[in-house]
Nanobody, 129 residues
Framework: QVQLVESGGGLVQPGGSLRLSCAAS????????MKWYRQAPGKEREMVAG????????SYAESVKGRFAISRDNVRATVSLQMNSLKLEDTAVYYC??????????????????????WGQGTQVTVSS
């Protein structure tokens, strides 16, 4: 069973950092190009970063160049996205995607929410008699 399981999303203030990780199983990870995509509310899904099968070449969307870094570990079958200097406009659901070399196979993760906000998470106050 193919799985791409993400971790590391959350809430962060502008200028902060987050690291997303995506753990793969059920397919031969080292033969797949790995990419990160994101989708903000009301917008189309866009590619954020990509890395070749051996990690030798990396590509980034212009909007994240110099702030985000993609990396992969073919032994652990993981791909990561280090996100620094986060901006409000980086808020989105982030997905990792595996694209098979020379094949039409591709797999997506379930997505993880990244929210960049000046506001905190809030705290619940309950008044009860």
């Amino acid at each position: 069973q193919v799985q791409l399981v993400e971790s590391g999303g959350g809430l962060v203030q502008p200028g902060g950092s987050l690291r997303l990780s995506c753990a793969a199983s059920g397919f031969t990870f080292r033969y797949y190009v790995m990419k990160w995509y994101r989708q903000a509310p009301g917008k189309e899904r866009e590619m954020v970063a990509g890395v070749t099968i051996d990690g030798g070449r990396k590509s980034y969307a212009e909007s994240v160049k110099g702030r985000f870094a993609i990396s992969r570990d073919n032994v652990r079958a993981t791909v990561s996205l280090q996100m620094n200097s986060l901006k409000l406009e980086d808020t989105a659901v982030y997905y990792c995607k595996a694209e098979g070399m020379g094949s039409n196979s591709e797999y997506w993760s379930q997505g993880t929410q990244v929210t960049v906000s000046d506001w905190g998470q809030g705290t619940q106050v309950t008044v009860s008699s």
